[in-house]
């Protein structure tokens, strides 16, 4: 089983970074397999609401010049996630939230009922609007949320100050348990018979009658 995991930071090795390795040495513990995805400094392109993977419905972006489409093929292969992003003015990373949204837009059946997790950095405010934002991805699309045993916030600034935020860092490494935990069960659950519920698709309401 793999977790693949997002830094959504735009400093490679900055906080976000430090987080994400204390949550690769759990994972790893656990005996799952993990990967860090940097979503870069170069500049990424948002979803331009083309439509296209609406009609093609092959889990691609038409938009084939960056790397959201190898992006999505790790996404098929990975059993859990892990979004990690800065707290920039109040909300997630511009560059992490572009690429979520073609991620999501045109690969999110790829995703669907897969569980993650996410946290949030920031050196002082903003945290909560950051992890709301970033949970919706999984709370739109049948992804089960695991959490930690308090918000998964932490506070730093300069590379590695993370760390000294104690209760940040023990409620990251009990969600990143509790990550594996989840995805060991429902492994289980589907090798023991369990099948998933056969949900319905396809009503859309744009409430404008
Ligand atoms: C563009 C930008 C905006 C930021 N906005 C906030 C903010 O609103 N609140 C805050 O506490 N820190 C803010 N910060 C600080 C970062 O959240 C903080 O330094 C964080 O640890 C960076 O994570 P990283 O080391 O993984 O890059 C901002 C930093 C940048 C570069």
Redo the contacts with the bound molecule.
């Keep these: 089983m793999k977790v693949l995991m997002l830094?959504g930071?735009?400093?490679k090795n900055?906080?976000?970074?430090?987080v994400l390795d204390q949550m690769v040495e759990i994972l790893s513990a656990q005996g799952l397999e993990t990967e860090i995805f940097w979503v870069g400094n170069e500049p990424i392109r948002d979803c331009t609401g083309c439509g296209t993977c609406k009609k093609t419905r092959n889990n691609t972006c038409v938009f084939k010049d960056d790397y959201i489409n190898d992006l999505i093929a790790k996404c098929q292969a990975a059993d859990g996630f892990v979004f990690?992003t800065?707290?920039?003015?109040?909300h997630p990373s511009g560059a992490l939230l572009s690429v979520l949204n073609r991620m999501y837009y045109a690969g999110g059946n790829v995703l669907r009922g897969k569980p993650g997790c996410s946290f949030a950095?920031?050196?002082?405010?903003?945290?909560s609007l950051a992890l709301q934002v970033l949970n919706q991805y999984f709370l739109y699309n049948e992804m089960p949320l695991v959490s930690g045993s308090y918000w998964a916030m932490l506070?730093?600034?300069?590379?590695e100050?993370?760390f000294q935020d104690v209760e940040g860092m023990q409620t990251i490494r009990n969600m990143t348990r509790n990550l594996a935990h989840v995805m060991k069960s429902l492994k289980l659950a589907g090798e023991n018979g369990l099948e998933k519920p056969e949900n319905e698709y396809g009503a859309r309401t744009n409430f404008i009658r």
């Excluded at 800065?86 to 109040?90: G, H, K, R």
């Excluded at 506070?155 to 590379?159: D, E, F, L, M, V």
Aim: proline share 7%; aromatic share 6%.
């Design positions: 830094n930071s735009t400093r900055g906080n976000t970074r430090a990690g800065p707290v920039y003015y109040s950095v920031a050196r002082r405010g903003g945290t506070h730093g600034a300069r590379p100050e993370v």
